[in-house]
C-alpha cells in the first residue's frame, strides 16, 4: 500500500536536479510530517488481524486492541516525564486544545472566569478563547516582545483572582519559538493556577518533563512527528494540583469520561512508536537538524544581503528557519522554488489575505511579512538538499530583486518609509 | 491554488523588464500599489509626441506571480497603442487572458491603475488635462 502511493507521487513530481538531489524537496515538516516506516510498520496488523474495539473486554479481539493502546499510552507518557493514567487520547492537538481550554473553563467557572494566552497562539487555542468570550469569559491576550517570547512580568501583571488558566504554547508554529514554559508553570502553580502548553510542535523535538516544567496540561499532536494524521493526546496531570476537564465529547465514557468515542486503535499505536522513536532518538536528531538549519541559514545569508530572522534564534526549535526577503514578495518566491515545499507569511498565500499575525506581533512590519519563509527541517532530510534549496532561495531572490521596483528604490538611496504609497 | 501556464510564462520570462529615464519628457511613469499591501508595480511609457502613439513600456513589480503576469501584460498590450487605446484597456480582459482566480482579481486591477497612472504622468509633462492621477511620487 506504501509502495504504491510512493509510486504515485515519484510519477506525479518528481524528478532529478543536476545536484542529485531528487525532487520536490519537502522542507515544510512544521505543517506535517511524513510517516516514519518504523510507524507504518507497527500499524499495520492494527487495521487488519488486530482489529478489535480497544473497548470489547469479552474477547481476545478487544484485549489486543487494548494492549495496542497501553503500550502506546506508556511510550506517550513516557516522552514527557509522565504516567500513562495522564495521557487521554483525542483526534489532534487541535481538540486537545478546545478540550483543555473548555474543559477547564467549565469545570472551574466558580472559581474564577479569566483566561490568560498570547497573540502568537495557534488558532486552535487564539478561537477556542474568542469563542468563550461570548460566554462571559475574560480573556487576555498577552504581547510578545520582538523575539517572539512574552514577557513574564506581563503575565505576572495580567493574573488577578479570577485567573483560571493560562495557556501559552511550548513551540510557536511559525517562528520555532521556544516560550519560558518552566517559568510560566511555576509562575502559575504558586498562584493556584492551571497551565496548558500547546506542545504540538515542540513534543517530540525538544525534552520536556512536566514535572520539571511544572505543566498541568500538553496538547500533542501525532503527524507533527513522524506519527499519522488524526491523532493526539492531552497531557491530565492527576496530582500536585490534580485537574478536572468537563468532557466537550460526550458519549461511551471511554478515557476516563474525558473523550468519548471509539479509540482509533491504529492511529495511537501509531503515535506511541513516533513518541518511543522520538525519545529514543532526540538527542542526536535535534543536533543533525540543528546542524542542517544553520547550515541553511549561513549559506542564505552568505548569498544575500537584507535578509531577516523572524524570532529568537537562541530560544527556538532546532528545525525551524523562519526568514523575511526585503523586496521580494513571498508568493512569488515560493513560486520560483517551486520544487522545494516550504510555506510563507504572505497574505497572498493565506486564506484571509492578511499576513501572518505572528509576524506582525512581533513587530515586523507588513511588508517583511510579504517577504517571509518558513524552513521546516525534517527527519528525512539530507545536507545535500539543504544545498539545494539554499542555492534556489539564492538565486530566485536575486532574480525578484531585479524586477522589484522596491528595490531599485532602495539602491538609489529612496527611504521607502517616506514614500507616499498610493494604495494606502 | 494551481497557476495558469500563462501566469507561469509571464512569471518565468517576464516581458519588458527595466526601466527608463523617469525625468524625459517622452516617458510617462506610474508606480501603484503599497508594500503594505504586497503588492508594487512600476510601469514606464515612452511615447512618441507626434503619433501619441507608445513605443515603449518597461516595467518591474514586487508582487505574486499574478501581479507580475498581470503587469508584463499590460506593457505587452500597451506597445503600439496610442494612449487613447491604451486608456482602454480594462482589467477584466487581463483576468480573461491570465485566468486569474478571483482572489487575484486586485492584480489586475493594480496593473490596469498602473497603465493609468503612467499615462496620466505623460500627458502632465506635456501640459495637458490630467483626468487621471493614480500614481504614487517618490
Not at chain 1, 469545570?107 to 468563550?132: F, P, Q, S, W
Request: charged share 25%; aromatic share 6%; proline share 4%.
Amino acid at each position: 500500500m506504501a509502495t504504491e502511493v510512493t509510486t504515485l507521487v515519484e510519477e506525479t513530481f518528481a524528478s532529478k536536479s543536476n545536484s542529485g538531489v531528487k525532487l520536490p524537496i519537502y522542507m515544510d515538516n512544521h505543517a506535517t510530517t511524513p510517516v516514519d516506516p518504523r510507524v507504518l510498520k507497527e500499524m499495520v496488523p492494527y487495521f487488519t488481524d488486530l482489529f478489535g474495539n480497544a473497548a470489547s473486554r469479552n474477547h481476545s479481539f478487544g484485549w489486543a486492541g487494548e494492549e495496542g493502546v497501553e503500550t502506546a499510552r506508556e511510550r506517550i507518557a513516557k516522552l514527557i516525564g509522565a504516567t500513562p493514567k495522564e495521557i487521554v487520547l483525542t483526534s489532534g492537538a487541535t481538540e486537545s486544545d478546545n478540550l483543555a481550554i473548555k474543559g477547564v473553563a467549565e469545570m472551574y467557572r466558580e472559581k474564577g472566569n479569566h483566561i490568560i494566552t498570547a497573540v502568537t497562539e495557534h488558532k486552535a487555542v487564539l478561537d477556542t478563547c474568542k469563542r468563550l468570550e461570548k460566554y462571559g469569559y475574560r480573556v487576555t491576550y498577552l504581547p510578545v516582545q520582538k523575539d517572539g517570547l512574552v514577557d513574564l512580568d506581563d503575565l505576572k501583571r495580567a493574573m488577578d483572582d479570577k485567573t483560571i488558566l493560562v495557556t501559552i504554547m511550548a513551540a510557536n508554529n511559525e517562528i520555532g519559538v521556544l516560550q519560558p514554559i518552566a517559568e510560566i508553570g511555576k509562575l502559575c502553580h504558586e498562584k493556584g493556577v492551571i497551565f496548558h502548553t500547546d506542545a504540538t510542535q515542540a513534543v517530540g523535538k525538544v525534552p520536556m518533563d512536566v514535572n520539571k516544567q511544572n505543566l498541568d496540561l500538553v496538547s500533542i499532536s501525532a503527524h507533527k512527528m513522524y506519527g499519522p494524521k488524526g491523532v493526539g493526546a492531552l497531557y491530565v496531570r492527576r496530582k500536585n494540583p490534580r485537574v478536572q476537564l468537563s468532557p466537550i465529547i460526550d458519549g461511551g465514557g471511554h478515557e476516563r469520561g474525558m473523550r468519548s468515542g471509539t479509540l482509533n486503535v491504529p492511529g495511537i499505536v501509531g503515535l506511541g512508536k513516533a513518541c518511543a522513536i522520538c525519545h529514543e532518538e532526540m538527542p542526536q536528531e535535534s543536533v543533525r537538524l540543528a546542524g542542517l538549519r544553520d547550515r541553511l541559514k549561513n549559506k542564505i545569508m552568505s548569498g544575500l544581503d537584507e535578509v531577516y530572522i523572524n524570532g529568537s534564534m537562541e530560544h527556538r526549535l532546532p528545525q525551524n528557519l523562519n526568514i523575511s526577503f526585503a523586496y521580494v514578495e513571498g508568493e512569488s518566491l515560493l513560486m520560483g522554488i517551486n520544487d522545494v515545499a516550504v510555506s510563507s507569511g504572505s497574505a497572498c498565500t493565506s486564506a484571509t489575505l492578511e499576513p501572518s499575525y505572528v509576524l506582525k506581533a512581533l513587530g515586523t512590519g507588513d511588508d517583511l511579512a510579504h517577504s517571509s519563509i518558513r524552513f521546516g527541517i525534517g527527519r528525512f532530510n539530507t545536507e545535500a538538499e539543504v544545498d539545494y534549496v539554499a542555492e534556489r532561495v539564492t538565486e530566485t531572490v536575486q532574480r525578484l530583486r531585479e524586477l522589484s521596483p522596491l528595490y531599485e528604490m532602495a539602491k538609489e538611496g529612496i527611504d521607502l518609509k517616506s514614500v507616499k504609497w498610493a494604495a494606502e | 491554488m494551481s497557476y495558469s501556464d500563462k501566469v507561469i510564462d509571464h512569471y518565468n520570462n517576464p516581458r519588458n523588464v527595466g526601466s527608463m529615464d523617469k525625468s524625459s519628457s517622452e516617458v510617462g511613469t506610474g508606480l501603484v500599489g503599497a508594500p503594505e499591501c504586497g503588492d508594487v508595480m512600476k510601469l514606464q511609457i515612452k511615447v512618441n509626441p507626434q503619433t501619441n502613439v507608445i513605443e515603449d513600456a518597461k516595467f518591474k513589480t514586487f508582487g505574486c506571480g499574478s501581479a507580475i503576469a498581470s503587469s508584463s501584460l499590460a506593457t505587452e498590450w500597451v506597445k503600439g497603442k496610442t494612449i487613447d487605446e491604451a486608456l482602454a484597456i480594462k482589467n477584466t480582459e487581463i483576468v480573461k487572458e491570465l485566468a486569474l482566480p478571483p482572489v487575484k482579481i486586485h492584480c489586475s486591477v493594480l496593473a490596469e491603475d498602473a497603465i493609468r497612472a503612467a499615462i496620466g504622468d505623460w500627458k502632465k509633462k506635456q501640459g495637458a488635462a490630467t483626468p487621471e492621477t493614480v500614481g504614487a511620487k517618490a
